[in-house]
């Protein structure tokens, strides 16, 4: 499995990923869509290629002298099942965020309340905003 997340750390490896996503594609036709996004040679795509298929990311078929390549169907289940089994990473998080959320919205309830009792003391009968009670006390 460490191939597969190697392979998938170089970002052009990735973008071939997203290309034969679309579908089967020939070697060249991966060489051009890579050429418009930087210079790139071919045998330098061709060894991204190599190791996305020695990560089993990528399968090759030959027709004469052309490759054509696609997607791993197995080799990609094979890195969604191990990343899955990670569960969601975020899910640990949820119950103390929802308990600071609670615990904001109490404190801002509690300023309120704290604000209307301090506003009541004020001679005019308004409730002074925060920035006249500082220069108040001042």
Same mark, same amino acid.
């Given at each position: 499995?460490? &191939?597969?997340?190697?392979?998938? &750390?170089?970002?052009? $490896?990735?973008? %071939?990923?997203?290309?034969? !996503? ?9 060489? !051009?869509?890579?050429?418009?996004? &930087?210079? %790139? ?17 990528? %399968?090759? $078929?030959?027709?004469? +002298?052309?490759?054509?390549?696609? =997607? ?5 289940? !094979? #890195? ?5 089994? =990670? ?14 959320? +609670?615990?904001?919205? $109490? &404190? ?7 604000? #209307? ?8 009968? +308004? ?8 220069? $108040?006390?001042?």
């Amino acid at each position: 499995m460490d &191939g597969v997340f190697e392979a998938l &750390g170089e970002p052009t $490896r990735r973008r %071939i990923l997203e290309l034969l !996503a679309e579908g089967e594609q020939p070697a060249g036709t991966l060489v !051009a869509a890579l050429r418009e996004h &930087g210079p %790139i040679s071919q045998p330098a795509v061709s060894q991204h290629l190599k190791v996305l298929r020695e990560a089993r990311l990528v %399968i090759v $078929r030959a027709e004469g +002298t052309r490759r054509f390549y696609a =997607l791993d169907a197995a080799g990609i289940d !094979a #890195a969604l099942a191990w990343l899955a089994r =990670l569960g969601d990473p975020l899910a640990s998080f949820a119950q103390p965020l929802d308990a600071l959320a +609670t615990e904001v919205a $109490r &404190g801002r309830r509690a300023r309120r309340a704290a604000d #209307a009792v301090d506003g009541a003391d004020a001679v005019d009968g +308004t409730v002074p905003r925060p920035a006249d009670r500082d220069s $108040r006390s001042a």
